[in-house]
């Protein structure tokens, strides 16, 4: 049962983010009042200093209508992101809608960490064969076909949808990326390819939590890109199991991992027998985050 909100007397900008504002926070919504300012700003179409220096502005009642229907679908959880269109990776804005996983910060220190390390073991000119194994809305192999364009990249996933989204993004950002449609890694397997850096942000949730999720996230996001499996870790045993057949000699692989879950799958990396180096790097929260493997290529 949600609340039906009251615009007959909302005049001002100022008074719709305050309606806005009031009504989330009765929706049990965590931040009302940032929320509230990104609704009225996304409807007007504004940046902040406009939006701060007009707030005494009549608003137009079309505008004062859209933000109405928008309230009443985040009072059901609806996330931000997929309302709007869009979020920010790496400093390039995505297309998302239901269908893909919305990117989140974490996996830009994923991204980060292979870009760093990649540069310390090649020269900066070589052509290096790079695979992102999960496309979801492309928000890894684009940032990395757009910050090192002599690379070749390449993604998998066995979602269409997210694929047609990815897609766009792609051709929006201007990246050049070989989409492949499959399961894992096996298109790459099928065609005997090898790579320098493979790179992957699976699903790794345990099945039994994915029901315990946050409405915003298990009632709208693709449970195929959440759920791991009954501990997590079904598709990193999968990847680490093909890591000798699908590196090249010398190599670099990245997996994005859930809480807990680093060291077992630094333990499934360095048993795969393709693996010479393992490394665990924590997010900003100081939660281990990323596991990185380097095969050295020296025997």
Not at 97 to 107: K, M, Q
Request: net charge negative; hydrophobic share 40%.
């Amino acid at each position: 049962m949600h609340t039906q909100l009251d615009w007959s007397n909302v005049v001002t900008i100022r008074e719709a983010l305050s309606r806005a504002s009031s009504f989330l926070r009765e929706q049990g919504v965590a931040d009302p009042a940032f929320e509230a300012e990104l609704l009225v700003r996304h409807c007007l179409g504004w940046d902040r200093t406009r939006f701060l220096i007009s707030m005494g502005e009549p608003i137009p009642a079309k505008v004062r209508e859209r933000l109405a229907a928008l309230c009443q679908r985040r009072s059901r959880r609806e996330p931000l992101q997929y309302m709007f269109g869009t979020q920010e990776f790496y400093g390039r804005p995505f297309h998302v809608r239901p269908g893909v996983l919305i990117p989140r910060p974490e996996t830009e220190i994923l991204v980060e960490q292979l870009l760093q390390r990649a540069d310390q073991a090649w020269p900066a000119n070589q052509s290096l064969h790079v695979a992102d194994i999960g496309t979801g809305s492309g928000a890894i192999c684009i940032t990395i076909a757009c910050e090192r364009p002599h690379w070749q990249v390449s993604t998998v996933d066995l979602s269409p949808d997210a694929t047609a989204i990815a897609r766009e993004n792609a051709e929006q950002l201007g990246a050049k990326v070989r989409f492949l449609q499959g399961d894992l890694v096996e298109p790459l397997l099928e065609a005997r390819e090898q790579v320098d850096i493979l790179v992957s942000n699976p699903p790794y949730i345990p099945s039994r939590d994915v029901d315990e999720l946050d409405d915003e996230v298990k009632a709208y996001e693709p449970r195929l890109a959440l759920d791991g499996g009954d501990d997590g870790l079904d598709c990193y045993r999968r990847l680490c199991a093909a890591l000798p057949s699908l590196l090249k000699q010398k190599a670099l692989v990245g997996f994005e991992v859930g809480i807990h879950q680093a060291h077992d799958i630094a333990a499934l990396m360095k048993g795969s027998g393709g693996i010479d180096q393992v490394e665990i790097v924590a997010d900003l929260a100081g939660i281990d985050r990323v596991v990185i493997g380097m095969r050295t290529g020296q025997k």
